[in-house]
């Protein structure tokens, strides 16, 4: 398989596509000890040799995605300085040293993705990825005479939430579906439309779902699935 040298670069965490055609513009970049002198050419990770200044670079090995249940009351952090227990704390030694792909809080339960591919974390995370996130929210109360607001987009202390995809499930509870991940986006919206969160449970992921995975387990998901969701950014 060839890729685009500057996606080669960048795919290795040297530098960004960008960076990477400037380098690459500049006579820095040579494959098989030839200098490039196009952003415009190939290069297979097998077979090829790229170097940048003379220094070899290497293919990033393959990336690593795990679904992971996060218990209620625990902090999606490394460390609290609060001392309350964090997901860390749930996972097993050969597992802490992954990041994980933004954040749930800590009375929120469900599915948080970890990896150990910094730049993935990130890309998955970026607004701008549109990935919808699903939630089960069960609320205080059954008015949902206010929701249409949260599904046509609105404004909550001057902050612009995207518009949310809203189900009625049952008298208490709801599934909504939001692609923008702001902190406690949820919670705040749904506050601010009368009905207030008393648990909220994250189901999916883009095409990951949390299935039937209890508290505190973990899995890989496959690479094809990170390879469809890598396309569709």
Do not use: W
Request: glycine share 6%; net charge positive; hydrophobic share 40%.
């Amino acid at each position: 398989m060839t890729l685009r040298i500057a996606k080669f670069i960048a795919d290795a965490g040297v530098a960004s596509r960008r960076e990477a055609e400037a380098m690459i513009l500049s006579g820095r970049v040579a494959i098989n000890g030839n200098v490039v002198q196009t952003p415009v050419c190939f290069v297979n990770p097998e077979t090829d040799t790229v170097s940048i200044d003379g220094k070899i670079v290497k293919p990033r090995s393959a990336s690593h995605l795990y679904a992971f249940h996060k218990p209620i009351n625990t902090m999606t952090t490394v460390r609290d300085p609060a001392g309350r227990k964090t997901v860390y704390d749930c996972l097993a030694p050969e597992y802490r040293g992954l990041k994980y792909v933004g954040r749930l809080d800590y009375k929120t339960t469900g599915l948080l993705l970890l990896t150990d591919d910094g730049e993935l974390a990130r890309r998955l995370t970026l607004p701008s990825s549109h990935i919808p996130r699903t939630y089960i929210a069960t609320v205080n109360g059954n008015d949902f005479s206010h929701l249409d607001a949260a599904r046509r987009g609105i404004t909550v202390d001057g902050v612009k939430y995207r518009p949310m995809q809203i189900d009625v499930l049952d008298d208490n509870n709801l599934r909504v579906v939001v692609t923008e991940g702001k902190k406690n986006e949820v919670r705040i919206v749904l506050r601010a439309c009368r009905a207030s969160v008393h648990h909220l449970r994250r189901i999916s992921f883009g095409p990951i779902t949390l299935g039937n995975l209890a508290p505190g387990q973990i899995r890989q998901v496959p690479q094809k699935t990170i390879d469809e969701m890598l396309k569709s950014l």
